[in-house]
């Protein structure tokens, strides 16, 4: 989705740069070790992902999680209903930032970069293959 929207991926210095989030949530991580993966665009966008969400699916408390991409809601509703998320297949206006262009297809070697940061992260399912 942050490849189809041309989203810069160096915002994730912006994110590395406050020193008391990093420290409150990521001491354990190897900053300088996460940068050196910065070489591609791919592998910058994966650690901004995961500095902005593994500490909170990383929270208290057990949640039944699914990963969905922001592709799989476009053109569709969704609703929470019983206690759940529902997708429906029924029409509705996009937002503003919606992408109706097809979703970007990783090549093998962004695959292993984004894989290669997730690693750092200690996400341990992999659900990039």
Do not use: M
């Not at 189809?4 to 912006?14: A, E, G, I, S």
């Not at 902005?52 to 990963?67: A, P």
């Amino acid at each position: 989705s942050r490849i189809n929207l041309n989203f810069d991926p160096k915002d994730v210095d912006l994110v590395l740069n406050n020193s008391t989030f990093i420290s409150k949530y990521y001491s354990h991580i190897n900053i300088p070790g996460l940068q050196a993966l910065f070489i591609t665009p791919e592998a910058c966008h994966a650690a901004l992902w995961c500095l902005e969400n593994v500490f909170l699916l990383n929270g208290k408390g057990q949640r039944d999680l699914f990963v969905t991409r922001y592709e799989d809601f476009i053109g569709k509703s969704v609703r929470f209903q019983n206690g759940g998320l529902k997708i429906l297949n029924e029409p509705r206006k996009p937002s503003v930032t919606s992408s109706r262009i097809k979703a970007y297809t990783l090549s093998g070697s962004e695959i292993q970069n984004i894989n290669e940061v997730l690693h750092i992260f200690g996400v341990k399912d992999r659900f990039i293959k």
